[in-house]
């Protein structure tokens, strides 16, 4: 690993020296039972962007992590304002991590899912046009699809104004995609807690103080709290702390 980037676990005790990747990926894992992961990044006074974007926020240990739960899960969710404002392109992984994926019998690539009740989507956006496996968009009976998208993608539809997200989750996984990762935005993540479907946080805190301004990384209606368990604490040389939480009913 270069300078900067390495990654210890600090807890549980006792802590590890440097982390390679497949001492990463067996922290993180993946579960033997349908399991949605969510994945965040934040400042300690609780910022979800700096300037606008998540990727003021990040940095390379984060990315490492990243990268490895792309490469555990068989669908990557994400909600439509996300996808189009972090300019998302085409979901694809390096060499070694789509011969890991055929190692242990899964697609090269996880599937991307998109969460869009208007469908405002634009089909040439990379994302979807140059995607290297068809993506799923989960939309409402009551929106318009845009002429081309549904050359690119499979639209699923899902309640009436709303999408019902409890519904979806069915869906994808009679599709094959039990591990599910969601990368947000905000109001999704809130709408995911608020129907109980969120299994585990795995939530970067980056060392720096955001100020006034910038949400949080759960937005929408009030909702019930859920209690979760902490299974580690990673921290990089720089400051950051990578953290796994776990519904303890659901592992």
Excluded at 94 to 116: F, I, N, Q
Excluded at 163 to 191: H, I, K, M, S, W
Aim: glycine fraction near 12%.
């Amino acid at each position: 690993m270069s300078a900067g980037t390495t990654i210890r676990r600090i807890w549980p005790t006792p802590p590890s020296g440097p982390l390679d990747d497949a001492e990463l990926t067996r922290l993180y894992g993946r579960a033997d039972h349908p399991r949605l992961r969510v994945n965040f990044v934040t400042s300690p006074d609780g910022a979800v962007s700096l300037d606008g974007y998540s990727a003021g926020l990040s940095g390379v240990p984060d990315k490492r992590v990243f990268g490895l739960l792309r490469m555990l899960c068989d669908g990557l969710v994400v909600a439509a304002g996300t996808l189009r404002h972090e300019g998302y392109r085409a979901v694809r992984l390096s060499g070694p991590r789509r011969a890991w994926r055929r190692d242990h019998g899964l697609a090269e690539y996880p599937t991307l899912v998109v969460v869009s009740r208007s469908l405002a989507l634009d089909p040439a956006q990379p994302a979807l046009a140059d995607a290297p496996v068809r993506p799923v968009v989960l939309t409402t009976g009551a929106a318009t699809a845009p002429a081309g998208l549904a050359d690119v993608v499979d639209l699923v539809r899902l309640g009436d104004d709303t999408v019902d997200l409890a519904a979806a989750l069915t869906d994808l996984r009679r599709r094959g995609l039990g591990q599910l990762l969601c990368e947000g935005g905000p109001q999704l993540f809130g709408a995911l807690t608020a129907a109980d479907l969120v299994d585990e946080l795995c939530l970067t805190v980056s060392p720096l103080l955001a100020g006034a301004g910038p949400g949080r990384i759960t937005a929408g209606g009030p909702s019930a709290p859920r209690a979760l368990g902490l299974r580690h604490v990673l921290a990089a040389d720089d400051g950051v702390l990578l953290l796994r939480y776990v519904r303890a009913a659901r592992e």
